[in-house]
């Protein structure tokens, strides 16, 4: 199993629905989870980062964490044509030497 | 408060050269990840540094890359006798910390390698 697993895009909604993100990982003992999102050209920009259990709110995103099941989602509220972009999960393995490693994103269009 | 500069941006090397990319991370941070990213595809990690320490180089090639941290000045990776295969964008990030908080990492803005 990879470490950190993405669900498979691209991932069309439209303009003011809810955009629904998901991601896995292996390493039980993962503390730290993030969400960056990158659009083309770009590099990875940071939006969410969450540590316990539970929901997380910024604006739009609500980052969703279940250790238990080692999962973490990411739902954008009222999608905008400007949130089109890949989303990387990254998780921060702290027990192992390798840090920050990141799923393979998921593309987000938004259509109009 | 300066953000994780790179440099340079855009880097053209003829096959057998050298490259050398720089990136110097944010104030107070200590801890710098490099990344290579191929077009249409995803952040592969390369290595993981601290100050004059290498953490963790398993993404490194084995052999033409190398990576440093030094005490003063930035973190360097090197790419000796490049090849087209190396062409790609790479990522630099640095981070307060790698414990169980205030670990996020703010990446720079990318060097685009092309050898040509």
């Known amino acids: 199993q990879k470490e950190v697993e993405q669900n498979s895009g691209p991932l069309s909604v439209p303009e003011g629905a809810i955009a629904s993100l998901n991601c896995t990982y292996s390493?039980?003992?993962?503390?730290?989870f993030f969400w960056y999102r990158q659009y083309s050209g770009k590099s990875p920009e940071l939006i969410m980062s969450?540590?316990?259990?539970g929901d997380k709110e910024d604006g739009r995103f609500t980052a969703q964490l279940n250790k238990a099941s080692q999962y973490v989602s990411l739902l954008i509220r009222d999608s905008q044509p400007s949130d089109s972009a890949t989303y990387l999960c990254a998780v921060n393995l702290v027990y192992y030497g390798q840090n920050f490693v990141f799923g393979p994103g998921t593309r987000l269009s938004v259509l109009p | 408060n300066a953000g994780v500069m790179q440099n340079p941006r855009h880097l053209v090397r003829r096959r057998g050269q050298e490259a050398r990319l720089r990136c110097s991370p944010m104030?107070?941070?200590?801890?710098v990840y490099w990344y290579r990213q191929l077009p249409e595809e995803g952040l592969k990690f390369m290595v993981y540094l601290q100050k004059e320490n290498i953490i963790d180089e398993s993404g490194m090639p084995k052999e033409r890359f190398s990576a440093e941290f030094p005490k003063e000045g930035p973190s360097i990776l090197r790419i000796q006798q490049v090849v087209r295969g190396d062409s790609a964008a790479y990522f630099c990030?640095?981070?307060?910390?790698?414990?169980?908080?205030?670990?996020?990492?703010?990446f720079g803005q990318g060097t685009r390698l092309t050898v040509v």
């Open positions: 969450i540590y316990s259990n």
């Open positions: 104030k107070g941070h200590s801890h």
């Open positions: 390493d039980r003992v993962s503390q730290s």
């Open positions: 990030a640095s981070s307060l910390t790698s414990g169980t908080v205030n670990t996020e990492a703010f």
